[in-house]
Structures are given as C-alpha cells and as structure tokens.
C-alpha cells in the first residue's frame, strides 16, 4: 500500500489489527486507534485536527465510508489482502458445493 506522507495528517482509524498501518504511522502527525466498528463523530474528529494543527484526515477506505458525509478533507490508505494458497483452495471447494 502507497501514501504520501502528509505531515498535516491525523491517522485514525477503527479496524481490527490496526498494526497492519504500522509503515503509515511516521507519515502522519499523530495517530488515534478506535476499536473495530467504531462509529466517528464528526466533532472528535474536528476536534482531533485542531489538537494537532492539521487539515487532513489519512484512513482506510473502510474508515472513510463512515466519514465521508462529515467534509474533511480525506487521504486513503489502501489495504492489500493476499490469500494463502491453502485458503484460496477451500474457498474454491466451498464454491463448487453450491454450483452442483
């Protein structure tokens, strides 16, 4: 996954395992973790860019599609899933139960 850095970013984010934006932490001015689900209120997070001076919010796509209605100005971070061959092969098993 690819951001920019962004140095008048706040990270926020709620998803389970937020470690997986570990290599985005350095590149956004503070970062805040919510418990899986969260449901943002727009006020804590104006409240968060002003405590730190910053105009952009950096989140996930799932964390965005919470917030996007609130108008902030929003940078993406995008999560790649890789599947264990092993995984991929029950999924496909699974999937041929039901198209017999």
Known sequence: SF???????V???AIAKP??????FIKARACYFFKDHYEFKKEELENLLKK?????LMLTF???VKVKDFGFKC???ELNIEL???LREKIKTYI???EQ
Do not use: G
């Open 62 to 64: 799932k964390d965005f």
């Open 19 to 24: 470690f997986r934006l570990y290599e985005h």
């Open 11 to 13: 990270l926020v984010t």
């Open 75 to 77: 940078q993406i971070i």
């Open 84 to 86: 264990k061959d092993s």
């Open 52 to 56: 730190h001076n910053c105009d952009t």
């Open 3 to 9: 951001v920019k850095e962004n140095p008048k970013a």
């Open 96 to 98: 041929k139960e039901f």
